[in-house]
């Protein structure tokens, strides 16, 4: 009769046996996320400024041809949306440039009220492009304006904004002054006092919306100094405190509901599978380190084509942050590549 081997032996092979099972599913599914989850493709958009420049005929011996502007490897410039809630206008306008290889990540806010060159309308502020015309012309504009692609967009409408902060528990930030604000005919009511605060969804949206004091607050002179780049400053500033919830998540179950968020309030052309590889990937930035914001300094009482409160820039102003944030290319934007309205005369 053949003996049984002794209970702690089985028990040794059993779990041997599953450990080897485990490790092949591991290494399978290793394989075919790093077959079937690659970088999307960077298109490479013509550049007839910056093409190289053809050599002469004759001696060439000391003739160099200059460089070809080319995308750089693993860097994507996306458009983060945000919609307002009475009109068709996107409220806020965020460009993140991801740099993947090097674990890096640049911010920029457009104001709202940016003025842009186009002809399929005559009002030229920028926040009504993706509701008027839809995200391929946006796209158009903020490369037209500012020299930069972009390669997907990204809306949350404000109900989706604040079911993601209440499912993260709130979210922490500096409140940089008094707010006092009523809109009656929106129901919007803003009253917070300066300082560091945690905010549910209905407050956090609250924050990111504020411009301005009504005339008749004690404060609406003493607050002119906050303007759409403060704001910009404000959103980018709950964003990354949201990025820093969402990246400390450790459960099934919040994971589960922020996809669930995410399917219902939010569009993008990203496909799922685009998804999945930026979300990996993002998990390796250091959000103390990694993670940089500028800031498009300009004139926002411009008046142009007759609108007034458009928002205006100087190449030179803005330039630096535009190269050291949102730029993909291998070589700086020039001022030749900007084209930025001028205010009516």
Request: negative net charge; hydrophobic residues 40%; glycine residues 6%.
């Amino acid at each position: 009769m053949r003996r049984k081997k002794p209970l702690p032996a089985r028990l040794f092979w059993a779990f041997y046996k599953f450990a080897v099972v485990l490790s092949a599913v591991i290494v399978a599914g290793f394989v075919a996320y790093q077959m079937f989850i690659k970088p999307p493709p960077i298109p490479q958009t013509s550049d007839p400024g910056n093409t190289g420049t053809a050599l002469p005929t004759g001696d060439t011996s000391q003739v160099e041809e200059e460089p070809v502007r080319e995308r750089r490897e693993g860097v994507y410039n996306f458009v983060l949306l945000g919609k307002d809630v009475d009109s068709g206008n996107t409220d806020s306008i965020i460009v993140v440039s991801y740099d993947v290889p090097n674990k890096k990540v640049g911010m920029i806010s457009i104001p709202r009220d940016t003025a842009v060159e186009r002809t399929w309308r005559k009002q030229p502020k920028i926040n009504g492009a993706f509701y008027g015309a839809g995200a391929d012309v946006l796209k158009e504009e903020i490369e037209h304006t500012f020299g930069i692609p972009i390669d997907y967009y990204i809306l949350v409408d404000l109900k989706g904004f604040i079911a993601l902060v209440d499912e993260l528990d709130g979210v922490e930030v500096d409140i940089p002054l008094d707010m006092n604000y009523d809109d009656p005919i929106q129901n919007l009511h803003i009253h917070f006092s300066k300082g560091t605060q945690t905010l549910s969804g209905q407050e956090a949206m609250e924050v990111v919306r504020y411009r301005h004091d009504n005339k008749d607050s004690p404060n609406y002179l003493a607050n002119q100094w906050y303007t759409d780049v403060q704001r910009g400053e404000m959103q980018r500033q709950v964003l990354m405190q949201l990025a820093k919830k969402v990246v400390s998540w450790n459960s099934v179950a919040k994971v589960t509901e922020f996809v669930s968020i995410f399917n219902e309030y939010v569009k993008t052309d990203l496909s799922v599978t685009d998804m999945i590889y930026f979300a990996t990937q993002a998990l390796q930035v250091d959000l103390s380190t990694g993670v940089t914001q500028g800031t498009l300094e300009g004139d926002g009482n411009a008046t142009c084509k007759g609108f007034q409160y458009c928002f205006v820039y100087e190449a030179e102003d803005i330039l630096p942050v535009l190269n050291e944030q949102v730029n993909p290319y291998n070589m700086p934007l020039t001022e030749e590549d900007l084209h930025l309205m001028k205010p009516d005369s």
